[in-house]
């Protein structure tokens, strides 16, 4: 069986209605998490992720000035001078299919829909830290690989960007890594 | 916070992409623990929450009447980007967190007026009572929500309402597929 450290985590709460953001630091600091900073709106989240660095983030997506995914795109530059690789978790009251493929397609990590539960946050943060997936960065697109289910990663036909041949690399979970250390 | 070993970023270049294994900073924060182990964080943090549930009546309050300031700003000085905005974020947010206040059939009516916001060709042409009555309901259900007996009601008032708006987007968007393709999907279900 496997745990998380929370309180080896600094998380940042992006989300602009308060009660949320109450409901958010209750269920982290109750996992465990010491380090949760808050934003009410896109553009200061992006001034704390730039000083905090944190290792997750979970953002809303309809918020003023500008909007989760906004603030996705803005922390995926990869020649930014900050950290473009954390999981960002995308948690919404959004529940069209649509909306979470423009999500991955940003670079959102996970994509969770509310009503938001205890062991929904859970299994998400355990996602992003048992699963890490590498980047791709293509002329269009940079962001966590969007192939990541078992029955994509067999995929040998055309890639699908280019017509040619596919490529594809097999990433072992920590969470497998550690079962075979453990 | 999470500290990781020094390692680089590690990058394989293809035609048309690279594949970038960044170092995992968080590879120090899973454990294995013990079967016997009984700490539940799960559990945990759904006492938390159940902790804070007193809260709850006075929030969905709040989140009625910034619903109901955004609908009066509306009528007293019409859809423009920010009143539009501003009544959207405030249906949307009842609709995200309605559930978990414990008012789950106000959720569905504002899902039903956040689908009107964002797929009516021209918000000024919406049938104002269409709007007006979302904004009824779903202050009604909050407000006598208290009442048992009133359950039915509250589920079905939703419905209608729902009803009632699908059939509205679906006729002004006969000419918009990828509107009504949006309006027909099924939503996904929320997370567990």
């Known amino acids: 069986m496997f745990r998380i450290d929370f309180n080896k985590l600094r998380f940042l709460v992006c989300d602009d209605n308060p009660h949320m953001r109450r409901i958010l630091r209750t269920l982290l600091h109750s996992f465990g998490a010491r380090e949760v900073y808050e934003a009410e709106d896109g553009a200061t989240a992006l001034e704390m992720y730039s000083h905090y660095a944190p290792d997750i983030v979970?953002?809303?997506?309809?918020?003023?000035?500008?909007?989760?995914?906004?603030?996705?795109?803005?922390?995926r530059q990869p020649e930014a001078k900050g950290n473009p690789f954390a999981p960002i978790i995308m948690l919404t009251g959004h529940s069209e299919k649509r909306r979470v493929t423009v999500a991955r397609d940003a670079g959102v990590t996970e994509f969770l829909a509310k009503p938001i539960s205890a062991k929904a946050l859970y299994q998400r943060v355990l996602n992003v830290v048992a699963n890490p997936r590498p980047f791709i960065k293509t002329k269009n697109y940079f962001g966590p690989d969007r192939r990541r289910t078992s029955a994509a990663n067999a995929y040998i036909g055309p890639e699908r960007r280019s017509g040619g041949d596919a490529e594809t690399i097999h990433q072992p979970s920590l969470l497998d890594k550690a079962r075979v250390a453990g | 916070m999470a500290k990781a070993k020094t390692s680089a970023v590690h990058v394989e270049a293809f035609a048309d992409h690279h594949v970038i294994t960044p170092p995992n900073p968080l590879r120090g924060v899973l454990r294995a623990v013990d079967d016997k182990d009984r700490d539940d964080p799960i559990a945990r943090a759904e006492r938390a929450l159940a902790g804070l549930s007193g809260e709850f009546d006075a929030w969905m309050a709040s989140e009625c009447e910034r619903l109901r300031a955004a609908h009066a700003a509306i009528l007293k000085d019409g859809f423009s980007k920010a009143t539009r905005d501003e009544?959207?974020?405030?249906?949307?947010?009842?609709?995200?967190?309605?559930?978990?206040?414990?008012?789950p059939t106000a959720s569905v009516a504002a899902e039903s007026l956040c689908r009107i916001i964002e797929h009516a060709p021209q918000l000024d042409q919406v049938p104002a009572e269409l709007i007006a009555n979302h904004i009824k309901a779903?202050?009604?259900?909050?407000?006598?929500?208290?009442?048992?007996?009133?359950?039915?009601?509250?589920?079905?008032?939703?419905?209608?309402?729902?009803?009632?708006?699908?059939?509205?987007?679906?006729?002004?968007?006969?000419?918009?597929?990828?509107?009504?393709?949006a309006i027909l999907s099924p939503g996904i279900a929320p997370a567990e």
Not at chain 2, 91 to 101: E, Q, R, S
């Open chain 1, 58 to 75: 979970i953002t809303d997506w309809v918020m003023p000035i500008f909007d989760g995914l906004e603030l996705t795109q803005m922390i």
């Open chain 2, 87 to 103: 009544l959207f974020r405030a249906a949307h947010d009842i609709k995200g967190d309605a559930t978990t206040f414990g008012y």
């Open chain 2, 138 to 181: 779903i202050l009604a259900i909050v407000r006598e929500h208290a009442q048992i007996d009133k359950a039915g009601v509250e589920h079905e008032l939703s419905r209608r309402l729902r009803a009632v708006a699908d059939e509205y987007l679906a006729a002004v968007n006969h000419d918009r597929p990828e509107h009504l393709e």
